[in-house]
C-alpha cells in the first residue's frame, strides 16, 4: 500500500502529458490561427480549456483522490470483511470479482463518462434524455436523505475519538453506568451436580456454596452484556427503549454532529478548490492508519486464526452454489462503488475535457476494491487476537456494522498493550473514511443546485454550502436524541436500498437503448479518443444486455424480500414504517412526475411528444464551445433553459 501514491502519481502525470498535448492540437484547429514561438501553449490551454462558469479540478490527483474517497467509505470496513467471512471466505472474492467487471465497472465507466462530457450535475446532465430527467431529482434527493444520517455515524466516530484520550479507555470495564448484566466473562446460571449421591439441577450459587462441582456439558450460562455493548446504548447512545420513545437530545453527540457539519462546510466552502487539497490528507492517512493496524495485528497471539476465518482455510468453496452469495457480491459492488447516486457524475463534471475517464474509471474501482480486501485483514487479524484472549471462536466475536465498529472492535482493542493509542488510531481512521464520502455526497447536492444558474450562483459558493450544511443539521437533530439510532437506522432501511437500484437500472437502460450505445461511444470518444471496436466490445456487452441484467435481478430480489425495519430484537411502530414508505416514494416520485411534465410541454401527438422527449434536448452536448465540434455544432448556449426538445433536423445533426 506505500507504493499506491507513487504509481498513482506516475500515472496521472503521464495522462496529464497526454491531455494537455491533445488539448494543445484541439485549441489549433478550434482557432484556426498559428501560433508562433514565443506563446505559451500550456497557459493558452488552461485559460481555454477551463471552465470558467463552473470551475475545474487543479489537477488530476485532486480529482482521483476525491474519488477513492467517495468510494472508499465505513463500509469498505465494517461490512465487506463481515460479507466475505459469511459467504464463503476466500470463495467470496470470485463473486466478487465477476460483479466488479460485469456490473459494477461499466456502470462507473459510463457515469464518470457522462458527467465529464457534458460538465453538468447529476440533474441536467439528463438533457440527454430529457424524459428520464427525473431519475437525477430521484439520485439527489436520496443523497441529501443518507447525508442526514451519515455524518451522524461520523459524530459517533468522533465521539469515541475524543473518549478515547484516556488513560484507561471507559468501555473496558464495568463502571458506573452499567447494570447487572454487565460482565467481561461469560456467568454460570446453573448445572447439574452430585449432592448425596443424586444427580440434582442446581443454582450455582448453590453449588459454590456447598463445593460441589458441576457435570461437564450441563452448564446453562446467565445472559450477559459486555462492556463495550453497555457504553454503547447506555453511555453513547443513551438508547431508548424504541422510535417510540424520543427522548432528549444527547447533548454530547449533537456537539459532535455539529463539529461534523462543521468540517464538512469547511472543506466545501470554496466547492473543489478547497474540497481538493482536503482530500490530500483525508483519503490518503486512512491507508497509514490500516496499514499500521494490520502489522500490530499480524504480530498478536490468534491473528492467523481471525485470518483463516476471513479468507483463509474456513473458505468454504460450496457457498458459491447459493445465489445468495452472488446477489451479496453484486449489491456490496454497487453500494461500495457509490454507482446510481449522482456523485460520479458530479465530481467527474469538474473534469477537463480531455481527460482520460476510463482510466480513472479502472484505478478508482481498482483501489476500492483493494481497499475492502485489505481492509479485512487489518479487522480480522485483531478480532482473532480478541477471540484467543476470550477464549472463544472466532465466529462468536466477528459482526458488522455499528455492531462491529462500537462493540466488537473497541472490546479487541481493549485487550491491546497501549490501547488507547489504537483506539484513537481506529475511531481517528473511522472519522476520515467518513467525511471523504461525505464530501462528495454533499457536492453531489451543491452541484445540482449551483447548475441552476452557474454563473449567478458561482460567487454565492460558501453561503449556499453554509445554507444546505444548517439545513441537513437541523435535520439530523432527531438521530442524536435517544431515539436517534433507530432513525438512523429507519432511513438507511429505506433510503439507501432498493431505490437506488430502480435509479442505477433506469440510468443504464435509458442511456444504452434510448440515447444510444453508439451515440454515448462517440460521446466518449470526443473526450478519450478514437477507439478500435474490439475495444468496445466488453462495454457494449455489459451496458446493453449484462449490467442491466444484473441490477434488475439485484432489484427484483431486493424487493421481494424487503421487509419492514428492525433493531435487534425491536420491531418498529406502525407510524415509523408508514414514514419510511413516504420518503422512499417522495425520492422516486419525481421519476414519473417529471416525464409527465415533459410530455405535457412537448408539442404534437403523444407518439410524437414521446419521440421528442427521448431526444437530447437542444442545449445537450459540450459545456464549451471549442469542444463540440461537427456533432453538436447545433448546440445551443448549455445555460439556456428554453427551447428544451431539439427540432428534427437538430437530432439527426446529434445522431451522426
Known sequence: MQKLPGNVSSLVRKQDRQETTRAVGEEANWTGTQKNDSADPDKEVRCTDENVDRGNWTNKAEYLLSMVGYAVGLGNVWRFPYLAYQNG??????????????????????????????????????????????????????????????????????????????????????????????????KVNDCNTTYNGEIIRANYTFVTANNLTCIEGTITYKPVQFPTEQYWNKVALQRSSGLDETGRVVWYLALCLLLAWIIVAGALYKGIKSSGKVVYFTALFPYVILFVLLVRGATLEGALDGVQFYIGRESNITKLMEA??????????????????????????????????????????????????????????????????????????????????????PEALTQLPASTLWSILFFFMLVLLGLDSQFALIETVITSIQDINPTALKKYRGPITMGVCAVLFLFGLVCVTQAGVYWVNLIDHFCAGWGILISASLEILGISHIYGGKRFIQDIEMMIGKKTNSFWLWWKMSWFYVTPVVLLAVLIWSLMTFSNPTYGSIIYPAWGNILGWCMIIFSIMWIPVVAVVKLYRAEGTLLERLVSCCRPASNWGPYLERHRGERYSHMVDPKRKEDENPPADAAAVSDK
Open 89 to 186: 471466505g476466500g470463495a467470496f472474492l470470485i463473486p466478487y470479482t465477476f460483479m466488479l467487471a460485469l456490473a459494477g465497472l461499466p456502470l462507473f465507466f459510463m457515469e464518470c463518462s457522462m458527467g465529464q462530457f457534458a460538465s453538468q450535475g447529476p440533474i441536467l446532465v439528463w438533457r440527454m434524455l430529457p424524459l428520464f430527467q427525473g431519475v437525477g431529482i430521484t439520485m439527489v434527493i436520496l443523497t441529501a436523505f443518507v447525508t442526514i444520517y451519515y455524518n451522524v455515524i461520523i459524530a459517533y466516530a468522533l465521539f469515541y475519538f475524543f473518549a478515547s484520550f484516556q488513560k484507561v479507555l471507559p468501555w473496558s470495564d464495568c463502571l458506573s453506568w452499567s447494570d447487572d448484566l454487565c460482565s467481561k466473562t461469560q
Open 324 to 409: 445468495e452469495v452472488w446477489k451479496a457480491a453484486a449489491t456490496q459492488i454497487f453500494f461500495s462503488l457509490s454507482t446510481g447516486w449522482g456523485g460520479l457524475v458530479a465530481l467527474s463534471s469538474y473534469n477537463k475535457f480531455y481527460n482520460n475517464c476510463y482510466a480513472d474509471a479502472i484505478i478508482v474501482c481498482v483501489v476500492n476494491c483493494a481497499t475492502s480486501v485489505f481492509a479485512g485483514f487489518a479487522i480480522f487479524s485483531i478480532l482473532g487476537h480478541m477471540a484467543f484472549v476470550s477464549q472463544r471462536p472466532v465466529s462468536e466475536v466477528v459482526d458488522s456494522g455499528f455492531d462491529l465498529a462500537f462493540v466488537a472492535y
